[in-house]
């Protein structure tokens, strides 16, 4: 059973502050790891990912951190804008037709 | 450039009602088709996912039903509306790459009310 776990469940950060959730997982498997973001009412799009072979990709303000031993990965936001307030998804994958989506973090960032 | 379509944005249906909802691809070929469901305030839930036409894949029982009449759409079925049906359903697609499937595209999903 693949187990993907996602936390927090929600999370509060003042404007211009570092955002940080996280994602476990239990399938070594897994050699994709995508991080989503849904804005209210709106299908999710991917916003960052990371393959297995390299612990970091950053990508502006967004930060994947990758820990391979650790099944971990984690979406770091630094200068978190209110813009950024969504709910964020890991979904990491082994190239199959199954893509199995954490619980979800609701990011609120204060003005 | 790739898009997905699907509607209608959101629907309210009696309980014991049919139920289609419908989502098409334009700009690619061969997509893989994937329902999803989502609570208020939850998760995605793979309902059903296809690799081609005719070809369909159910990863939850329940009364929901899909079919892929052509290669670039998807629709969700139902014969007789649940309260439990209710949620936000969202049509995804992803192209075969190589070995891999990686990246899924969304579409704006259809937020769902049966009373």
């Known amino acids: 059973q693949q187990q993907v776990k996602q936390s927090p469940q929600s999370l509060i950060v003042q404007k211009g502050g570092i955002s940080i959730i996280n994602c476990a997982y239990e399938?070594?498997?897994?050699?994709?790891f995508p991080w989503y973001q849904q804005f209210p009412g709106k299908g999710p799009a991917l916003l960052i990912a990371?393959?297995?072979?390299?612990s970091e990709k950053k990508e502006g303000r967004f930060t994947i951190s990758f820990n391979k031993s650790a099944k971990q990965f984690s979406l770091h936001i630094m200068d978190s804008q209110p813009g950024d307030s969504a709910t964020y998804f890991c979904?990491?994958?082994?190239?199959?037709?199954?893509?199995?989506f954490g619980t979800g973090t609701r990011l609120k960032v204060l003005a | 450039s790739q898009t997905i379509h699907q509607w209608p944005a959101t629907l309210v249906q009696p309980v014991g009602s049919p139920l289609s909802l419908e989502c098409t691809v334009e700009g690619t070929s061969n997509p893989n088709l994937y329902w999803y469901r989502q609570a208020a305030g939850r998760g995605l839930q793979l309902l059903f996912y296809s690799v081609g036409i005719g070809q369909i894949s159910s990863e939850v029982p329940q009364n929901l039903s899909a079919s892929r009449p052509q290669d670039r759409q998807f629709i969700l079925s139902s014969k007789k509306l649940l309260l439990s049906d209710s949620g936000f359903y969202l049509c995804?697609?992803?192209?075969?790459?190589?070995?891999?499937?990686?990246?899924?595209?969304f579409g704006s999903g259809t937020q769902l009310s049966v009373l």
């Open positions: 399938n070594t498997a897994f050699d994709y």
């Open positions: 990371i393959r297995p072979d390299v």
């Open positions: 995804a697609w992803s192209v075969w790459g190589g070995t891999k499937n990686e990246k899924l595209f």
């Open positions: 979904a990491p994958t082994s190239g199959t037709y199954k893509y199995i």
